[in-house]
């Protein structure tokens, strides 16, 4: 009863204020606006509702521009952490490519002699990463719809999240202040991505989606990485001075860029195909490849 009442006088206040209003109007803007209006010019119908509760329409239509955002995420991301890495590092005097450690880029200052003394640019590094990261978790979201029909693809997608975990890890904790789950966190994300990009090559294989090489060169590049992984890890445990030449000449620099560079050159191709605008797997085709 009383809700009643208040809703009956909350009517009669709001056409009270609207005749009001429209008293103060001057008749010739309100002829204009009333002809405008009906035009349709003024508050379009689909300016006002979301497209899915505009009569005719589906939810779909705004799976495409998701996809795009999420594959111009994984372009972005990628690059803008090589060119910061790149910059920093020629900024830094005596860095290498080579002969320096990625993370010696997110050193900050220090007087460890087992480290890099450190930079005060370190957080152009560990920003880019996280940034690098995050938006890889954007990526995904538009990639799920496309890979989340087999179990390749969701153990593909789960790996890359993985990476991202990984890769915010390696950030948070640098070198010099907490070596040990910096190292754990750099582990996984080394580790994991090679994988991710052969699952991904299985998945491709058979999937007229991803024509044109999409398999063999995913598994190319996850080859690559495992095998910069080894020539890294053989120096790391062994010892620098007990491999050969040739592969302590690429350490530690050299071998940790061949286990990155394939997985971002990977991931910014997957954000391309995205923004090219892949389709989703036909509800038939998932079915009956639902085993791999």
Sequence with gaps: MLSNFRLHRS?????????????????????????????????????LLPSEYLPGSEMAVTKPTLRKISGWALIIGPIQFVVATLVEGALIPGYGLITHWISDLGAPPNTAPHFAPGTSLWWVFSTSLILMSLLIFVGLVGLKPVLWDRRLGKLTLLLAAVVALGGIGVAVWNEVDALVLHSISALIAFGVGWIAMVLFGVYARHD?????????????????????????????FAGRANVPSWLASIYPGGSERLIVIPLVIWLVAVGIQLVRGIEEPAPSSSAATLST
Excluded: N, Q
Aim: proline share 9%; hydrophobic share 50%; no cysteine.
């Design 208 to 236: 007229p989606r991803w024509k044109g090489g999409w398999s063999p060169l995913s598994l190319l590049g996850g080859f690559v990485s495992l095998v910069a992984l080894i020539l890294y890890a053989i120096p790391t």
């Design 11 to 47: 009517r009669r206040l709001y056409l009270s204020a609207t005749e009001v209003s429209l008293s103060f109007t001057p008749p010739w803007l309100m002829a204009a606006v009333t002809r405008r209006f009906r035009e349709g010019a003024l508050f379009p119908t689909h300016a």
